[in-house]
């Protein structure tokens, strides 16, 4: 592929995400930049000229734009940076946001672990740096509304916030609604860190807080996630 050709590749894609905010990763311009080397580089130059990045993870469907962080300073300011998020979300909408993350992502993401080895160690030795990640659509949980209601809707501003701040984070790009279900939208995995946030959750305060749904999916995976530590905690208490 010439360079030409593959700078117009790039714009197209550039324009594309700026217009929709998120492509999936299934898009053929996403799909051709994701093995293509000098369509990723020239997208990702296009983009850092105006202040902006790719964000994109292996484990969620979608790729969408962040800003640099000079660029965050230019537009927001040290009082923008030092809110606690740039979308205007109020505090209980944040918390809300938080509370989804780990109950749609956390099993989701054990889920395409555990899937991707137990395929690795179908194909054998031979195969055992091709790693393919499940879709995140295959294997994402759906949420009940009414279980979130009922087990978080007192620590979330009850039903009237509750719902409000649904339909933001709906709008947001951060869930999706099927009805009473609540699902991951194209943003959840992209702009919330894994790696930052589920130690944090996991064996922080939130996560007995998260240990109190009721949700007949989510329930079980996030008790799985929390077993080593609930296993190890009986045996400091016959010490003591």
């Known amino acids: 592929m010439s360079s030409s050709s593959a700078l117009d590749d790039a714009a197209a894609l550039a324009a594309q995400l700026l217009a929709r905010r998120w492509l999936p990763r299934s898009h053929p311009l996403v799909r051709r930049a994701l093995i293509d080397t000098d369509i990723w580089t020239a997208l990702g130059e296009r983009l850092a000229a105006v202040g902006l990045r790719v964000i994109d993870n292996l484990y969620a469907d979608h790729i969408s734009l962040a800003m640099l962080r000079p660029a965050e300073a230019a ?8 809110a606690n998020n740039n979308l205007d979300l109020p505090r209980d909408g ?8 780990s109950l749609i992502v956390l099993p989701k993401r054990q889920r395409q672990v555990a899937r991707a080895e137990a395929k690795e160690e179908g194909q054998g030795e031979f195969f055992a740096t091709d790693k393919p990640v499940p879709m995140a659509i295959s294997v994402s949980p ?4 009414r279980s979130l209601l009922a087990d978080f809707g007192n620590q979330l501003g009850k039903k009237m ?16 609604r099927r009805g009473e279900d609540i699902a991951e939208g ?3 995995d992209l702009l919330l860190d894994y790696d930052t946030l589920a130690p ?4 922080g305060a939130l996560g007995d807080v998260l240990a109190r749904s009721t949700d007949p999916l989510v329930a079980p995976a996030l ?3 929390r077993q080593p530590e609930e ?3 009986p045996e400091s208490d016959s010490e003591s």
């Open 200 to 203: 944090r959750i996991l064996d």
């Open 231 to 233: 296993e190890i905690q």
């Open 223 to 225: 008790a799985t996630l």
């Open 186 to 188: 194209p943003l959840l």
């Open 161 to 176: 916030r509750l719902d409000s701040n649904l339909k933001l984070l709906e709008r947001n790009g951060f869930i999706t």
């Open 75 to 82: 537009v927001f300011g040290e009082t923008g940076l030092a």
């Open 142 to 145: 759906t949420i009940s509304y």
């Open 94 to 101: 944040v918390a809300l946001l938080v509370v989804l993350w």
